[in-house]
């Protein structure tokens, strides 16, 4: 293997694989140089990821070396070239007065890089960002159990909808979808990871086999595994399911500067209350340690409307979707949960679902 | 106690003094109002620090609330000014729209914010950012041993010198000085975390006493215990002392990037070697396991050199005061140390001596 590259772009490849896929199988990074130009491939035990980069290949070639320093060492040249040549045990790394030499792995004992599932459809690559961002939010973090860190996608008439719930608050988001049936339960934390990227291609390719999801965007794909467990899609959709007392309309952003300031006063729990309702919300925060917080957002009303109080964290969850927008707030009788929605911006249409707390 | 005051003025303040102080008795500020405006202090058992901004005071006072929820409070508040008032039990921040209620303190159960000791003298502040700046790295950030957690300040004829060392480097600066004798060991954390603000400032007055270092700058300043442990000065005197086998100058960058590059292929311990010295400085590392680098820098030699092998953090942390600019590196024979030294800039003069490993 022989080949001259951009040196910002063989590093923003290495640095994205490092950054999707943490910890690849024996730490290395898979470097295939062809006629049609340079392969970055990385496979753990659950996910495969392959990057496809031009490079001027004088020599085909593969090698299998540690990912971590080899994106270090890209990321830290300042050289607008370099030459990446394989030299008996040794892939190297030239630039004007500058050599580094990392070892070859044993490509025997790498794992092979699976081919992707079969196609099912595709989705504008902003859209499905938008929708995922939105969703992934709900997800839990570090549940005991697998299904409430997962993202439920599925397609149907209205398109391709993301779902996502930890028990406590649920996203839901639409998007145009071009293709044929898909149904899958996938780890948000693997989807967010690849937004930035998809987000960026006109349009992301998804397909699916019976444990596995694989998206492709230009030359670039990643395959994840599935969560394979049930989901609770009939307890989802009831809290969907909005019978208001009262909406309210504002700019999400007030709303989000004014959470974040009543966050001091909201006390251990770190609860707020939305409150008034009367051509303006209020929303106070109150500990008895900590002191009081009370300010007044302007707002559209209409019905009638109590107070509920939240985790504030959850409202902030909740508004990010609709920033820089307006949002409507749909509030319901006692704890049953209030509704944040908005008209569908850029092919995407989102419901974010928070349950008030027992006060 | 009645004050309308810039919140951008008030939120800066009570920001430094939580940075400053981040852990004061009871986690209280104290603010006191007067016709002259408001002064914001803190204390904690070994440290002082008194701030005093300016704000049109309605009625005089003082009032003792936790720190951090009002630098909070007023970080995050988008309002040009602020009302803050004594109302009962409470201190209360206004803006538009917005009331927030502080619990008062007991201030009976506050300790004495102590005075400032005896003045000694005055230095340039942006000059004494540069040599806290240059010296504080090479004091140990968590040895067993207090010594080498401090930064020794005296006075002789050549002006105020600043000493750190861990053992496996120093660091010293002098800067002009204009005033008595001092000699002190001040904890180098606490100059690093005042050096941004002071360094701001055309003069600081320092002052000690037995067991205090105090600092003041324009309407602000800080008192901070001694460490009262004697210094190691003669051997610490004896590392400055070259006797140098060979010079080698070159520009600090560019060598600092090297040794960046040069970091991924250090191996377990770190370590890179400077070697050939042929018009040329050759940076090299390697590890069994991890791979070799070698770079060449462009530099101006003079003597004869060898190679020695270093720590390359401690190379990069002798650099830096010489950042932008050409350094002098001075080798000696054997496990002697390496000096790093340049002209004197800004009115400052700083040596920085990093003793090689064996290898």
New interface residues.
Partial sequence: MDLTASTAVLAAATADAARLLPAPALGGVLLTATAEGLAVAAAAPDQALRLERPALVHADGEALV?L??LA??LR???AEEVRVVVEES?LVVRAP???????LMDRAVHPPVANAPPLAGSVGGRALRTAVEAVASAASREDALPIFTGVRMWTDAEGLTLLATDRYRMALATVDWDGGTLDVLAPATVLSGLARGFGAAPSVVLGADDDRLGLAWGPDSFVTALLAVPFPDERARQLARAEPSGTVELEADALA??L??A???AGPRGTVTLAGWDGELRVLSSDP?????????KAGVSGCHGSSTYQARYLLDALKPFAGRRVRIEQQEGLRPTVFTAPADGGVAVTYVVVPMRV
């Fill in positions: 540690p971590r320093p270090e060492t830290a040249l300042d040794r007065g500058a050599r580094f030499a990392l070892p500067a004014a974040r300031r966050s001091p006063y340690r900590g002191g009081e917080s009370e300010q007044v957002v």
